[in-house]
């Protein structure tokens, strides 16, 4: 028995497999060719579909001077970075968070504090703090255009200190699959 398909009834088969085989190559597109970048002075691993440019700088995180390292790359039209610095207080680690989110969130313009949605961020290994979230907003940026934002904030001991991470990927239009494949791809060391 020889099966074909031809007419009305081929075109909602057809559309089914277009739509499953692109969905599934979403995460293997060219543009983005994910790979795993060490950060060893960070304690973790990430996963980056680009190679990375790195960067160093002083800023102020709660009320501290903090050496702010931060590793990151554009594909496919999407901004990928890690942030990390170690906390001289580790007590202060909760404000910290919340002061770094807050921080972000100015960054995008006077809604998008109010626009945030946040869920609690607690992977094996974070420590639990309720400041400890991911959050998905809608912003501006600095010349006007449209842009989406979907980050996480956490705190982990490493050894005797206190590290705060914060990993952020900024899209013109929301793209969740690339910030939950970014996201899975943090391990620690």
């Known amino acids: 028995m020889k099966w074909t398909l031809t007419g009305a009834r081929a075109l909602p088969l057809m559309l089914s497999v277009s739509v499953a085989l692109g969905l599934m190559m979403i995460g293997c597109s060219p543009a983005l060719n994910w790979r795993s970048v060490p950060l060893p002075e960070a304690a973790i691993t990430i996963t980056l579909p680009c190679k990375p440019d790195q960067a160093t700088r002083t800023v102020e995180l709660a009320g501290a001077p903090v050496e702010l390292a931060m590793t990151g790359c ?38 998008a504090a109010a626009s945030a949605t946040d869920t609690p961020y607690t992977p094996t290994g974070v420590l639990p ?39 952020v990927v900024y899209t013109a239009k929301p793209r969740p699959e690339v910030a939950d494949t970014f996201f899975a791809g943090i391990a620690f060391q």
Do not use: C, E, I
């Not at 890690?82 to 313009?109: C, E, F, I, Y």
């Not at 979230?133 to 449209?146: N, W, Y």
């Open 129 to 167: 703090l309720p400041q400890s979230v991911r959050t998905v907003v809608q912003g501006q940026r600095a010349d006007g255009s449209a842009v989406s934002a979907q980050g996480v904030w956490f705190a982990r001991a490493v050894g005797p200190q206190v590290r705060l991470y914060h990993a």
């Open 74 to 111: 554009d594909a496919d039209g999407a901004t990928l970075a890690v942030s990390h610095t170690a906390l001289a207080d580790p007590s202060q680690a909760g404000a910290a968070l919340m002061h770094w989110r807050a921080a972000v969130l100015a960054n995008l313009g006077p809604a």
